[in-house]
Nanobody, 122 residues
Framework: QVQLVESGGGLVQAGGSLRLSCVAS????????MAWYRQAQGKQRELVAR???????NYADSVKGRFTISRDKAKNTVYLQMNSLKPEDTAVYYC????????????????WGQGTQVTVSS
């Protein structure tokens, strides 16, 4: 009933930039926090950046100053602008959102996108 679809991943050289997008669709009453996570091969999934419904943001130390998270509430979309990319940023990037739906009662659940691959070559 709720889908998150990411786009914008790809192959880029070190020092380059990419912009990821994630659109939420379905029976959505409201979207609370939205976030980007990443999982490199052989490693655990980690939080990259998070933005609340009020616009407050927080970032992993490893991406501070290089990545910027933003959202367009009217479009149910969250973005991740990634600049000065490094080979260690290579990972599958996942969108996550806390979404309120209604089915007789209100439910708040976390949803995940399918992931988009980001590869940074040295």
């Amino acid at each position: 009933q709720v889908q998150l679809v990411e786009s914008g991943g790809g192959l880029v050289q070190a020092g380059g930039s990419l912009r990821l997008s994630c659109v939420a669709s379905g029976s959505i009453v409201s979207i609370n926090a939205m976030a980007w996570y990443r999982q490199a091969q052989g490693k655990q999934r980690e939080l990259v950046a998070r933005i609340t419904s009020g616009g407050s943001t927080n970032y992993a130390d490893s991406v501070k100053g290089r990545f910027t998270i933003s959202r367009d509430k009217a479009k149910n979309t969250v973005y991740l602008q990634m600049n000065s990319l490094k080979p260690e940023d290579t990972a599958v990037y996942y969108c996550n959102a806390d979404i309120t739906t209604y089915s007789g009662s209100y439910f708040v659940s976390g949803y995940w996108g399918q992931g988009t691959q980001v590869t940074v070559s040295s």
